[in-house]
């Protein structure tokens, strides 16, 4: 733990010094005359929002209690949280597939459609054999990927 302490400490030292040189630089850009012409006043514009965004990033360092007293376990995700059944994973690897499968065919489709000599997809014989060809229907109704 005394790791994350002195990354505390450091954090919150270059914090200082980036928050130091973002008020001189915006100082810098405050104390310059008016811009003369469009190209001078767009250069400024520029720099301003250089200045905005950097300030922005710089804002974005400062520990806030919430950030300070969070537990990295909380952050966590439980294992049951993330748990699918070997059943529900096989199929939704099979509608995975299928749908690969129904893009793969409807992209060799047109590259036929279009003069383009390609070889079909090696991924199978049986395209969407996992699965079915859940796609086969919308490839009837003109879907825009097969069109």
Do not use: C, Y
């Not at 710089?58 to 950030?67: F, G, M, N």
């Amino acid at each position: 733990m005394a790791g994350k302490a002195d990354e505390t400490e450091w954090l919150e030292a270059v914090f200082d010094r980036l928050k130091a040189l973002t008020d001189q630089a915006i100082a810098v850009v405050a104390a310059a005359e008016a811009p003369a012409d469009v190209a001078e006043a767009e250069k400024r514009a520029r720099a301003i929002g250089v200045m905005a965004r950097t300030a922005k990033a710089v804002a974005a360092l400062t520990l806030s209690p919430a950030r300070k007293n969070r537990n990295p376990e909380e952050d966590e995700m439980s294992e049951d949280d993330r748990d699918v059944s070997d059943a529900e994973l096989v199929g939704l690897q099979a509608e995975f597939f299928a749908r690969i499968d129904h893009l793969v065919g409807g992209f060799e489709r047109k590259s036929l459609a279009a003069g383009l000599a390609r070889e079909p997809a090696a991924r199978g014989e049986d395209p969407g054999a996992e699965g079915g060809d859940q796609g086969g229907a919308e490839a009837g109704q003109g879907s825009v990927l097969v069109a």
